[in-house]
C-alpha cells in the first residue's frame, strides 16, 4: 500500500496546502480519499499516479474542502479519458450520497456522471466493512463533525498493512480508538492548536487519540494554524513514544 498526499490543507486558501485529498495505491484499487479543490489537477504532479486509473473514490463527508473536486474530476473523464477498456469508478460515502451527488450533477452538467465506463454509488453505514477490491477492505464508522460524517480504515489482507483515516470530526475516545486501533498508518485531523468551539481535534485531542489507538505512524493534517510554527510533530513525538510523527504535507508519499 502507497499512500500520497495531494492535499493536507483545509479549505483556507494556502499557498502550499490544497484541501483534503489523499491517494491509496492498495492491491488492485487506486483510491482516492476525498476530493477537495485542487487534488484532481494535482495529482498529475506526481509521475507514480494516473489519474485515469481510480477505482474508488471515497467521501467523508459533504464539507466543500472534501468534496469541491467531484465535477472536476467527472469532466476530467468525460474529455480527458483515454479510449482504452477501463472498469467501474466508485464513489463510496456516507448516507445521502446519492442524492448529494445528484444534485451537483442537476446544478451543473446532467450528464455529469454518465461516463463511457460505469459509475457506481455505494452508501456506507456506521461500523460497515465492504472488500472494495481482491483482498482490500474498507471500514466505516460515524464520527462527531456533521451528521454524516464518516472515518475509514483501509486493509490489505495479503500484506497486512492498514491505514487510517479520520476524516475531519470532534473527539470521539469511545469508538474512534479501537477502530483505528494499531494501523500502520493514521492520518489525523489536527485542526486547532488550542481548544476551540468548532467540531475538530486539537493537538491534545490528537495525542489522547494516538495514545489509545497506538498507531506506528501518525500523520497530522487539515491544520488551520501554522503547523511548522507550533512545532506539532515534536510536541507530540514527545507525548508518544514508540510512535513516529510528522505534520502531513501536499507531496508527502508514504510506502505503508
Ligand atoms: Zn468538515
Ligand atoms: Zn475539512
Redesign the pocket.
Known sequence: MRLTILGSGTCIPDATRLPSGYWLEVGEAQIRMDVGPGTVYATTRYPHLDWRAQTHQLLS?F?VD?IGDVATLMFAFKYGRKPTPRGPLTFVGPHGLTQHLERIAAALEPKLFQQEFAVEFLEVADGESHEVAEGVTLRALKVP??PESLAYRVEEMTTGASLGYTG?TSPDLERLPAFVREVDVLIAECAHEHETSTPHLTIRDVQRLAEEAKPKRLITVHHFFDSTQANVAATLAAELPGVEVQAGHDGLVVEV
Do not use: K, N, Q
Request: hydrophobic residues 0%.
Open positions: 463527508h464539507h472534501h463533525h456533521t475531519d
